[in-house]
């Protein structure tokens, strides 16, 4: 589709090169399709046609090589605004390695800190010792921090955004809900205990990849949608892609399409919030 108004920001999308790094996540047949190389030369054109004018590169890998990597390739690429990074947060030298990334070329692209709690076996791992440790040092640094988790590990993210009231915490796709099954419950009322805490903030983000990747429908999506758009209001929702992850289900323009679908009943400026100014405003961009 081609952008009219405002120029958007996608809040959430990654590249990788298999020849620099496996991306080792990607296993079996359903995730097949994105065994190869996806970079910003292939994400710049769709972009540029939906109207998208910046963009928040997130990171994928827990190594730490990747972050430079990233930071690299934003401070080369006009469309990358914002970087979204790792680092290990049990280190007790979290904030000398934040400041060392910052002073990389393209360190001020900079805005966030990630890691790949879905994969932690502990529902709690955001509230151990060592890591909140490690997320103050985030708040101090003036980042934000996002949190990919399943539902199940919803409930220590509002303890975790209770006991940092100084951070915050950048919810990415929805919490992944169980949109295959469409069950609403319990994943809604844990969104809304954390939305509860004022320093929070969603992602419209990687509901098509959880939803039927082949049959999927804007009313499969819409009561997931409906139920962040209620509990964080569009000045705390900010559009992501997903992209190329979202390749699975969905053409980017498609994304986009169903976003726009899904927040149709908000007025043109709560809109141009979900698309574009949280996004600036959360991720300083």
């Known amino acids: 589709m081609t ?86 947060l049990t280190r007790p030298d979290v904030a000398d390695t934040l400041a060392a990334l910052r002073e990389l070329p393209g360190g001020q692209h900079l805005v966030g800190i990630r890691h790949q709690v879905q994969g932690e076996p502990e529902p709690e791992w955001l509230l151990r010792p060592d890591v909140r440790r490690g997320l103050a040092a985030v708040a101090a640094a003036g980042l934000a921090y996002d949190l990919v988790v399943l539902p199940h590990q919803l409930p220590a993210c509002a303890k975790a955004a209770a006991d940092l009231p100084e951070l915050t915490f950048v919810l990415d796709h929805l919490g992944k809900p ?23 903030v969603c992602k419209l983000s990687g509901m098509v990849t959880e939803a039927d990747h082949a049959t999927w429908t804007i009313d499969d999506l819409r009561p997931f949608a409906d139920t962040v758009v209620e509990a964080f209001g569009p000045r705390r929702l900010m559009f992501g892609s997903d992209w190329p992850v979202s390749t699975l289900a969905a053409g980017y323009g498609e994304v986009l399409d169903a976003a726009r679908l899904l927040t149709g009943y908000l007025d043109p400026a709560e809109r141009v919030e979900v698309f574009g100014g949280t996004a600036r405003r959360v991720y300083g961009l």
Do not use: Y
Not at 25 to 45: K, M, Q, V, Y
């Open 3 to 88: 952008g009219t108004g405002p120029l958007l920001v996608d809040a959430h999308h990654h590249v990788w090169d298999l020849s620099v790094r496996d991306q080792e996540w990607i296993t079996g047949d359903a995730l097949a399709p994105l065994r190869r190389n996806f970079t910003l030369a292939d994400l710049a054109p769709e972009a540029r046609a939906a109207g998208v004018g910046a963009t928040v590169l997130v990171q994928t890998v827990t190594v730490p090589d990747e972050t430079p990597e990233l930071l690299a390739l934003a401070a080369d690429h006009e469309l990358v605004a914002g970087v979204v990074g790792w680092t290990d």
């Open 178 to 200: 169980p949109i295959v099954s469409g069950a609403v419950e319990p994943w809604a009322s844990a969104v809304r205990a954390l939305a509860a805490r004022p320093n929070t």
